[in-house]
């Protein structure tokens, strides 16, 4: 079992920029892809960012260029530095793990506020 913690959240005006963490812990080892996810009001939860193992990313259309995912080596640590925040950005970001043997665990989720 993987256990994820999220902080980061907050309100930030247009054009502005926050850093999420998840701090991961338990079965870490098992840790194959890590990435975040967003749900704004009345839609769907949504892919923002992952990293596999390999270090390959994947982006969102609506963040690239704004949003950067990276992690440690040792998998314990996962962040999103978020840039050039627009009030669409607005959601409650989860942090989302999967492991070699499809296990999927989630955090309990960062409330991101933009606005002015």
């Known amino acids: 079992q993987v256990q994820l913690v999220e902080s980061g959240g907050g309100l930030v005006q247009p054009g502005g920029s926050l850093r999420l963490s998840c701090a991961a812990s338990g079965s870490i080892s098992g840790i194959n892809v890590m990435g975040w996810y967003r749900r704004a009001p009345g839609k769907q939860r949504e892919l923002v960012a992952l990293i596999t193992s390999t270090s390959s990313t994947t982006y969102a259309d609506s963040v690239k260029g704004r949003f950067t995912i990276s992690r440690d080596n040792a998998k314990t640590a996962l962040w999103l530095q978020m840039n050039s925040l627009k009030p669409e950005d607005t959601a409650v970001y989860y942090c989302?793990?999967?492991?070699?043997?499809?296990?999927?665990?989630w955090g309990q989720g960062t409330q991101v506020t933009v606005s002015s």
């Open positions: 989302n793990v999967i492991t070699y043997n499809k296990y999927n665990a």
